[in-house]
Nanobody, 124 residues
Framework: VQLQASGGGLVQAGGSLRLSCAAS??????MGWFRQAPGKEREFAAA????????YYADSVEGRFTISRDNAKNTVYLQMNSLKPEDTAVYYC????????????????????WGQGTQVTVSS
């Protein structure tokens, strides 16, 4: 499965962006978004179960970001509102491997496929 992330860009603090991640084939497992800021380790941002029934968020984005998916289009979205300068990072989408659930959604080891990343820059 190949993942293509898009939708990044430059936005002022308080603004919004919507990221998209298109998969080359149906993904029957969870999907997630991770991010990596300059000089920092990659961190979990949000994830969603295969049917969209469960969503997971990092504390830092809870209430501001919303993850969703459209399985008919093999696409996952990340709606980011009330953006802050500390949200500046490269955002990566990823597809989980088989057999993971629960707390594994937060862990990058559970993700088998990764997209190339899209840059999000939030100016103050």
């Amino acid at each position: 499965v190949q993942l293509q992330a898009s939708g990044g860009g430059l936005v002022q603090a308080g603004g919004s962006l919507r990221l998209s991640c298109a998969a080359s084939a149906p993904t029957f497992y969870g999907m997630g978004w991770f991010r990596q800021a300059p000089g920092k380790e990659r961190e979990f941002a949000a994830a969603i179960s295969w049917n969209g029934g469960s969503t997971y968020y990092a504390d830092s984005v809870e209430g501001r970001f919303t993850i969703s998916r459209d399985n008919a289009k093999n696409t996952v979205y990340l709606q980011m509102n009330s953006l802050k300068p500390e949200d500046t990072a490269v955002y990566y989408c990823a597809a989980m491997g088989k057999g993971y659930s629960g707390s594994s959604y937060y862990a990058d080891y559970a993700y088998e496929y990764w997209g190339q990343g899209t840059q999000v820059t939030v100016s103050s």
